[in-house]
């Protein structure tokens, strides 16, 4: 790992926390700002609440970039295990995507074990759920579906949308890619790639006895169009 | 869509009895960017707080600290010039400017490694990331007070020092609460430790090791190891914490500790120097490795530490003389004794308010370093100077400055005073078998080792006849004469934790067969209270210390007393 002590690296430290501080502050006043107007009242809604998405990509992508920075994956990461209720993740996820939904006139159903007790990185999963839901925004039609539920031993957590779906070649990509195997070039160059692999690396460093988490990408669901599938031990 | 999105988050949590006032609360919000602090003000406005209070900058946090008792503090961790965001909440804290009910919320932009570090000493109630929303905040808050609440009288039972008061709560807590079960079996393991009841802690650690491989309970089993004196298990149980998780900084701690007990010094040093590299800057730390390498005679490596313990000290409460009598030391090693003596007036003038040792332990050095450096006539000068100031108070400093005061004492030529130190150090730890070496090897090296084998002998000798007398009294009913006694032989021996025990114990005893009192309860209280700061994780503390609360009378219709057990008596 490069020297955290490096000018480099003080840089790029000191520097993504200023993005972030800006981008902080520019998703907290859109949210203020979508908040306080309807579509009725003000006539840039739309574009208000295409910022906001906006907003949200580069936060996440930039999230994704320091956790890989940071060599997520490996031993180096501070991976932070804790015990926590499943319905305390699902609030956070909530409050992450609340105002981009309404924005988008997107309706999130729930269908959590909310006192069921798991033990994973709350700010990583976090992340990684809050960065699902804001992709199947992009390619749902009016509904999300956040389901957290214990299933044969392992923590399950399923976002599903009600649009056309992954299309195949994705589908192929990136379950090839998710399964450990290499990335197609198309697939680097994506801009799903990085969230996927950024999910990817998450998910696996979470291990328990012999088992690691992983992710899987679907179409079908109660939903009909795209699946996320996050499994942890 | 309003409605439908609130709906769905208030079906997860159907508990309006356990909705707090967050509105009513105080706030102070720490950020050196203004956008962030307007931001953090609008999140917290929206949840109806009006008392806000804002800072832009370590130093002006600590004054309106100082000011007011706020209800939740909202501080980021990068502050820019000046203290931090950790140095701000380790000083609110030992300046006692938070209350227990205080919510300390750390903010950063990143996860930072400190909050996986485990070991702090002053941990937040929550790390949080940024971007910050209202929901998120909301929901952390939330969280961090009904941990509070399940807590809070185990709080307040260690606060008292009831150990063992505070290991029953938390096994309460734990039928009832589920999401807390791991962190109340850590806080029950830990106050297991604290009342010397490994076998317990022992099992506590594994009950979670059984749901988790958590490292922190992996590393309380090889702590426990360590007590027990299988160093070699214990390392490489320590081994296997670090490369399960390299952050998890206490295990170096503990992994230089087996190295050192097994006599490999340079290996404890290169653990320690792995732990400074990930946590630079704790004081602490660059305090510990300092002295190491002092130990050790690696003169180079001791003066970067210190140099770097003064350095990161300058904002943090946690600054220490240590840095700068071990860098006098090093200046002394280095024939440079011009600096060593502007380090030792400078610890005395920022030091000397709250360190009453400080002139003694500058003059202790100041000789070293005049030793060391082979100039024997003002070495000599130190020494007698120093002997002067020990005769001018009855009070002395802890039993590690005592030996090194008596070694250079003896090496440029006094003669009585060191004798008296070794002996008052006898005298107060008359059975610890280790340090009675340790202090016949001082004399051997005096050229006494015949004459010191007798001084030994004869202040084991006193203490325990002191001790007896005590317990003689008790046994034959003479109970306020026992108590007096011991009063004296306190005074006579302060640090020693035998006749400390026993004199809290026949104090106890008084007043289960007399009744209780408020000034005995008080006295036994004190006396215990210094005795855990001598010597933590003493089970006779726990013991004793429950049944001194035990007797403090209560609304409810008190509990029958247990019977207590005959103070110790020693053989000669």
Request: hydrophobic residues 40%.
């Amino acid at each position: 790992m490069e020297d955290p002590h490096s000018p480099l690296s003080l840089f790029l430290a000191s520097t993504a926390h200023d993005m972030k501080n800006s981008i902080s502050v520019l998703s907290g006043t859109l949210e203020r700002l979508l908040v306080d107007a309807s579509p009725e009242t003000e006539k840039a809604y739309p574009q208000m609440a295409q910022m906001l998405y906006q907003t949200r990509r580069l936060n996440d992508n930039l999230m994704q970039l320091l956790a890989l920075y940071k060599q997520v994956g490996t031993a180096d990461y501070p991976l932070d295990v804790q015990p926590l209720e499943v319905g305390q993740l699902a609030e956070q996820v909530v409050a992450l995507g609340r105002v981009l939904l309404e924005s988008r006139g997107i309706r999130l159903e729930l269908d959590v074990d909310p006192e069921l007790v798991w033990h994973f990185d709350e700010d990583l999963i976090v992340g990684v759920v809050s960065h699902a839901i804001n992709n199947a925004v992009h390619y749902t039609r009016e509904r999300i579906l956040l389901v957290a539920r214990e299933r044969e031993g392992w923590l399950e957590i399923r976002v599903e949308d009600d649009g056309a779906g992954y299309p195949a070649a994705l589908l192929e990509a990136g379950n090839a890619a998710l399964d450990g195997q290499a990335f197609g070039v198309n697939f680097l160059t994506n801009s799903a790639g990085l969230g996927l692999h950024f999910a990817r690396e998450v998910a696996r460093m979470h291990r328990h006895r012999d088992r690691r988490g992983a992710v899987r990408l679907e179409n079908g669901g109660r939903l009909g169009g795209g699946c996320f599938i996050l499994h942890l031990p | 869509m309003n409605a439908i999105a609130s709906a769905v988050v208030g079906a997860i949590h159907p508990q309006p009895a356990e909705q707090v006032d967050w509105a009513g609360k105080t706030y102070l919000v720490v950020d050196d960017f203004i956008g962030v602090r307007q931001l953090l003000r609008e999140a917290l406005r929206s949840l109806g707080a009006r008392n806000i209070d804002q800072a832009s900058s370590g130093g002006e946090a600590m004054a309106l600290l100082g000011r007011t008792r706020y209800d939740v503090v909202l501080c980021d961790f990068n502050l820019g010039e000046g203290k931090n965001g950790q140095q701000v909440l380790e000083e609110a804290r030992m300046r006692n400017l938070l209350l227990p009910s205080s919510v300390f919320l750390m903010v950063s932009a990143e996860k930072s490694v400190e909050s996986v570090m485990g070991a702090a000493e002053h941990q937040p109630d929550a790390y949080l990331v940024k971007p910050i929303t209202e929901g998120v905040l909301l929901t952390r808050l939330n969280r961090v007070w009904r941990k509070k609440q399940v807590f809070s009288l185990i709080d307040q039972a260690y606060a008292e020092k009831d150990y063992l008061r505070a290991a029953r709560l938390c096994d309460e807590q734990i039928a009832a609460n589920k999401a807390h079960e791991i962190d109340l079996l850590r806080m029950k393991a830990r106050l297991m430790e604290r009342s010397g009841e490994p076998a317990r802690a022992r099992e506590t650690y594994e009950r979670v090791l059984a749901q988790r491989e958590y490292q922190w309970a992996r590393a309380g089993l090889a702590k426990i190891r360590m007590a027990d004196g299988d160093y070699e298990q214990a390392r490489q149980m320590f081994q296997t914490v670090i490369a399960e998780n390299r952050y998890y900084i206490d295990a170096y701690d503990q992994l230089a500790l087996a190295w050192q007990k097994m006599g490999k010094h340079e290996e404890a040093l290169s653990i320690l120097e792995r732990a400074a590299k990930l946590s630079p800057n704790s004081v602490p730390r660059q305090r510990s490795l300092g002295q190491a390498c002092l130990r050790l005679g690696n003169v180079g490596m001791a003066e970067k530490a210190f140099r770097k313990c003064i350095q990161i000290g300058e904002y943090s409460i946690r600054k220490t003389p240590d840095a700068y009598l071990g860098l006098a030391r090093v200046c002394g090693l280095k024939n440079d004794p011009k600096e060593a003596l502007q380090l030792l007036i400078a610890a005395q003038r920022e030091f000397g308010a709250e360190h009453p040792d400080i002139e003694l332990r500058a003059k202790i050095t100041e000789g070293l370093v005049y030793h060391e450096s082979g100039d024997y006539r003002r070495a000599r000068k130190a020494g007698d100077e120093l002997e002067a100031l020990l005769a001018a108070t009855p009070e002395r400093p802890d039993v590690r400055t005592c030996l090194e005061m008596a070694t250079l004492l003896f090496a440029v030529g006094v003669k009585e005073a060191p004798v008296d130190l070794l002996c008052y150090v006898i005298r107060n730890n008359h059975d610890n078998t280790l340090l009675q070496d340790e202090v016949q090897a001082i004399f051997d090296k005096a050229r006494m080792g015949e004459e010191g084998e007798k001084l030994i002998r004869g202040a084991r000798k006193e203490a325990i006849d002191l001790m007896n007398q005590g317990v003689l009294l008790w046994k034959t009913g003479k109970l306020p004469e026992a108590v007096e006694w011991m009063r004296n032989a306190r005074a006579a021996l302060p640090h020693n934790v035998r006749i400390l025990f026993n004199s809290a114990q026949i104090l106890i005893s008084h007043m289960q067969q007399r009744g209780y009192s408020v000034l005995l309860h008080d006295e036994a209280h004190g006396v215990l209270a210094h005795v855990d700061r001598l010597q933590p994780g003493q089970q006779r503390f726990a013991q004793l210390m429950e049944q001194l609360l035990a007797l403090v009378p209560k609304e409810e219709p008190p509990a029958v007393a247990e019977p207590v057990p005959a103070p110790e008596t020693s053989a000669a």
